[in-house]
């Protein structure tokens, strides 16, 4: 079992910058997976970026590449994505999640526990 709790989220203007936090409780969560998706106002959720369990591993939606960075600290029991000039179209909930089968999966069918979601809101 892995709990996770996000946060970090809020309102920032376009060009602006917010680091999301994922704290994790549980035993397996040094040995799980953990993705962050996002869902847009009415819109389905989508993946943003993933990170191995070790960290090794990096993967990144197009949309965000070179401008989020997603790391961990298993030492924590934390993951942490810095979103840098952050646009309009990044305004979604943001969700964290674990995946402790050991194959990297992008789909959020894929993944076993969920954070409760912490909303990001970029204005223009």
């Known amino acids: 079992q892995v709990q996770l709790v996000e946060s970090g989220g809020g309102l920032v203007q376009a060009g602006g910058s917010l680091r999301l936090t994922c704290a994790a409780s549980?035993?397996?969560?040094?040995?799980?997976?953990i993705g962050w998706f996002r869902q847009p106002p009415g819109k389905e959720r989508e993946f943003v970026a993933l990170i191995s369990a070790s960290g090794g591993i990096l993967s990144y939606a197009d949309s965000v590449k070179g401008r989020f960075t997603l790391s961990r600290d298993n030492a924590k029991n934390t993951v942490y994505l810095q979103m840098n000039s952050l646009k309009p179209e990044d305004t979604a909930v943001y969700y964290c999640?674990?995946?402790?089968?050991?194959?990297?999966?992008?789909?959020?069918?894929?993944?076993?526990?969920w954070g409760q979601g912490t909303q990001v809101t970029v204005s223009s």
């Open positions: 999640a674990a995946r402790t089968l050991p194959v990297l999966r992008l789909g959020p069918e894929e993944y076993h526990f």
């Open positions: 549980g035993r397996t969560f040094s040995s799980a997976a």
